[in-house]
């Protein structure tokens, strides 16, 4: 079945770590997007992407990275530089304007 | 730029009662309109889009929303709601004019059914 494949589901994360959340697609996709998701706040647009090798910050981009070298792939790195990681995010993907297929999510902690 | 609120940000209701979700948004160009659902830790599923023409949206597990273009409101409704309905729900809109179709939602309204 297509879908999007977020990995793994629980992270933990050392103080001054930079550790990297998987996000892969099969649906041929072109756009594919990270968002971070806090109690209350909804959720918010870390980085966009809508062709390889190619990507866009967005709304919270501070202390995060991305990749596009796949269509297929588009890794979210969170850096020492995020004072505050912990969070539940999320992978989309878009290939027209019909609405966002998402993943399941990862929940990141820092311990 | 595009703004979604949602007026409330926890629904309880008894079930088998009928249950409405509010959603305003604000855009300065036409706009696509979406209702997503969120059980724990998981991810969002789609429940219904409004693209254009009729503005009554009907979407899965009974629900339906009704696009306003003039109160700027995209409301979503249930006229029975089970307890498996207990979940987030969150409101999204996306630029219609723009080239990117970002998505911008709302903080989301916890939908919690009693029995």
């Known amino acids: 079945d297509g879908g999007i494949t977020q990995s793994p589901k629980y992270l933990f994360r050392k103080e001054g770590q930079n550790v990297t959340l998987s996000c892969e697609q099969n649906l041929n996709h072109d756009a594919m997007y990270w968002y971070r998701q806090d109690p209350g706040q909804g959720l918010r647009l870390i980085y966009y992407?809508?062709?390889?090798?190619?990507?866009q910050k967005g709304d919270i981009a501070e202390g995060y990275s991305v990749s596009r070298e796949k269509k297929e792939s588009f890794p979210l790195t969170v850096t020492s530089a995020q004072k505050n990681p912990t969070a539940f995010y999320l992978c989309?993907?878009?290939?027209?304007?019909?609405?966002?297929?998402f993943g399941s999510g990862t929940r990141l902690t820092v311990v | 730029a595009q703004s979604v609120t949602q007026l409330d940000s926890q629904v309880p209701v008894f079930e088998e009662a009928p249950v409405e979700l509010r959603c305003n948004y604000s855009s300065s160009v036409s706009v696509y309109l979406f209702w997503y659902v969120q059980y724990p830790n998981q991810g969002l599923q789609l429940l219904l889009k409004y693209l254009s023409g009729s503005t009554l949206v009907k979407g899965i597990n009974g629900f339906e929303a009704e696009f306003n273009k003039s109160q700027t409101s995209f409301h979503l409704r249930k006229p029975s709601v089970h307890i498996s309905d207990t979940a987030e729900y969150f409101c999204?809109?996306?630029?219609?004019?723009?080239?990117?179709?970002?998505?911008?939602f709302g903080k989301g309204t916890l939908l919690t059914v009693n029995p």
């Open positions: 999204a809109v996306s630029d219609g004019g723009g080239s990117n179709y970002k998505l911008t």
């Open positions: 989309a993907s878009r290939q027209a304007i019909y609405g966002y297929t």
């Open positions: 992407s809508q062709i390889v090798n190619d990507f």
